[in-house]
Structures are given as C-alpha cells and as structure tokens.
C-alpha cells in the first residue's frame, strides 16, 4: 500500500483497508485512482518482448488494481473478478471433472442452484445438497470423490446461517474444498478465508459494487496454485469483467464500511419493526437472540446485515402482491446489496428457477417477501412499509 507502506494488510483497521485497497497512483500520472484502461491490446516492442500485457483478456491495469482489492478485504493473498456473480461460481466447478461430488446447502440464491442443476449435472458433476445449519448433517454425505463443499451464508432468503469453522474444520480433514459465498455477509462482516475457507465468492454486484450499477463477481483466496488453476480458467473461458465495471467497484469498495454500518443500523431497525407488526408472521434475520444460529452468527459476523425476509400472517398471495405492489421507497426488483431500498418476491423473482416442492420442502414459502435494506433514511422506510402492510 503506497500511503501506508509500515502497515500489513491484516494489521489495518476496516475502514482503511476498505479505502486504501488495491489502489495505487497510477505511475504515468500520479492519478490517485486508477485510471479506466478501456483497451482491448498493447503494443509490443517485439514478438514476447513487452510491459507486462498482452491482450486484455488476460491482463488490464483496472482490473489488475481491483483484484489486488479483492485479496485485501478478504484478507487473501490472491482476488480474481469475473463478469458477474454467477461466472465466477462457473469457474470454481471448473476446477472439477466428470464424477467429482460437491456437497451444497439447500438453501441458496436460485441461479447458483440453477447452474448446478441445469448446467454442470449434465457434464458429471454430482451435487448433493444438505441443510447447513448444522454442520455435522455433511459428514454422512462424503464419499472418496467429494471435492468440494459449497456454502452460503447468511443464505439467500432463508437468512440461514452455516458455521464456517466447523465446516471447513471438516472440509480439512477430508481434503476438500470449501468455498463460502460471502454476498450478504461482506467482508465488512464476516472474513471466510480466516475461519478456514479455501475460497470466499462474491456477487461483486451487491454490495461491493453497492450503487446498482454493475454486474460482476469475485473470488478471493491463499493457495497459490489453487489461483493459478482458477486465473487459467478466468482467462480460457473468458468471462472477466471490462475495465470500467472494475474502475466502479473500485470506487465502490472505498465506501463499503460506511454503507455497511447504515445497512446494519437500518437494517436491525426494521427487522424489530417488521417482528412487532401485527399482520407480520416469521421474520427472518440472524440478529434476533432466537434465531436459531444467532450464536453462531454473533460468534463469525460483525452485524447482522440489511438483508430481511418476511412472512404476512395472512399468507394468502393476494395479501402478498398487495403488499410487494404498494411500496412506495422499497423498489419492486430482483438484486440486493445496493444504497436504496428494494422490495423482492423469491418465489417468482430470484428463486424461480429452484423447483416449488424443493423451495417448499426447504422452507421457502410462496408468499415469503425480501427485503434489501438500503441506506436512506429508518423512519421513511419504516413508514414506506407500514402503509403498504396496512
Ligand atoms: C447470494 C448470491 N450469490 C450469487 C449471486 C449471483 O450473482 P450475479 O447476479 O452477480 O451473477 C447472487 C445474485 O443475486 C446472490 O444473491
């Protein structure tokens, strides 16, 4: 780090490591962000003979200066950033082969279970899926050709949450990889990698990104040779993100720790809210003493999050819509993770994809709503759902 050159990257508070992460000022100018490199090539002196780069696939300044980001707030020595969320979880079931067995949670974004099921069953690749609430629910599930453990946490919608150092406890002792998909968490609140994760995935499009305007994901990790197999497979198959994509995120990170607070603050403001409301059923977020992995939550995350689901007591899907549709602050549309407010159906909107008996059978019912909490402000929110619950 330039402007903290005496200072390890584990030895930096958050906030500083958020701002000062990956960037340096960039060595023709002195800017002190780092510039778009919006190129395609670079000029060679002679065939092989060059700085460095190239071709943009492989190599580009922008992106180069974010995955350096991506390592430090995950307190990993390796980042690599991919054309979104889904791409880079592609790219981690690339590092297997037909007969290989990855062991997942029952409970996770629908397009990581999508492309699971959808695409790379067809290839050989077994899936078994397991609730992860209680860690030791794996062990049956291992056999000699298990190589990877897939996990959200906390999980999308459910708000599930998985104990990471006991899984990976396990992962280790079979020799297996575990990759956690760290999207709700952050690393503003929960670091994978130091609780014993070989691999921490992010839908960079949430809140890293954190302003709605970028599709991108990451991966984050230690092991040498585990990124060298993962930066052929970025660069083979070829779905990095473009330079101005990464030039956001960039800019996105420097201000995660402060998102990340009023996320939280507004976040534990509606969840009580929502859980005192008397036409709300179940409420759903790991900051409440009676979740039922609240202590495990307390012990591996920081704060509990903006990310909240909910139940009508009428559950009756007429109720439901009338609700999703009368929202005034909270924006009906998929995604999360961003400054505003958005309001979202699972059941036909982010996890359509997943079967309805699976859905059902694993708790997501039809008339559950999610919210993303945003950072505007408490009351208004607070309001905006009172008069559209009634
Ligand atoms: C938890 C989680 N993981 C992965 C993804 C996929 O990311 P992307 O949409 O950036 O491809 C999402 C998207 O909603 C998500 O919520």
Not at 60 to 86: D, M, W
Not at 91 to 107: F, Q, S, T, Y
Not at 338 to 352: D, F, K, Q, R, Y
Request: glycine letters at 8%.
């Amino acid at each position: 780090m330039l402007t903290l050159p005496h200072l390890k990257k584990n030895a930096m508070k958050l906030a500083t490591k958020f701002i000062h992460a990956g960037v340096e000022p960039d060595p023709s100018t002195g800017a002190i962000m780092t510039p778009v490199y919006q190129t395609s090539t670079y000029v060679q002196e002679a065939p092989g003979k060059n700085k460095g780069y190239e071709y943009a696939r492989s190599q580009n300044p922008t992106r180069f200066a974010l995955e350096k980001a991506l390592a430090e707030i995950e307190n990993g020595n390796y980042g690599l950033a991919f054309s979104s969320g889904v791409a880079a979880t592609d790219a981690v079931i690339k590092l297997l082969k037909p007969g290989d067995e990855v062991i997942a949670g029952n409970d996770m974004y629908g397009g990581t279970y999508r492309l699971f099921t959808k695409v790379f069953e067809k290839f050989g690749i077994v899936f078994k899926y397991v609730n992860m609430q209680q860690a030791e629910n794996i062990s049956p599930l291992i056999s000699n050709n298990t190589r990877l453990i897939w996990t959200e946490t906390p999980t999308n919608p459910l708000m599930n949450i998985t104990d990471i150092a006991a899984v990976a406890a396990i992962a280790k002792r079979h020799n297996i990889l575990l990759c956690v998909d760290n999207t709700f968490a952050t690393p503003y609140l929960q670091n994978p990698l130091e609780l014993g994760a070989d691999i921490v995935m992010h839908s960079v499009t949430k809140y890293l990104g954190g302003h709605s305007d970028v599709i991108q994901g990451s991966l984050s990790l230690n092991d040498q040779n585990l990124r060298d197999q993962l930066y052929f497979i970025q660069k083979s198959c070829g779905a990095v993100p473009g330079p101005q994509d990464c030039f956001l995120v960039l800019r996105g990170i420097k201000t995660l720790h402060v998102r990340m607070q009023r996320h939280c603050e507004n976040g534990e403001k509606i969840a009580y809210f929502l859980r005192e409301h008397a036409k709300v059923g179940k409420v759903y977020w790991p900051g409440f003493e009676d979740h039922p992995n609240h202590s495990i939550a307390k012990k591996q995350m920081r704060g509990f999050g903006g990310m909240i689901s909910f139940e009508l007591k009428d559950d009756s899907m007429d109720a439901v819509m009338k609700v999703l549709t009368s929202t005034k602050l909270f924006a009906l549309a998929e995604s999360l993770g961003g400054v505003e407010s958005l309001i979202n159906h699972p059941a036909s909107m982010t996890h359509a994809s997943i079967p309805r008996e699976e859905r059902i059978k694993n708790g997501l019912k039809d008339s559950l709503i999610r919210l993303s909490v945003g950072i505007e402000d408490a009351d208004d929110l607070i309001n905006d759902l009172k008069q559209a619950i009634g």
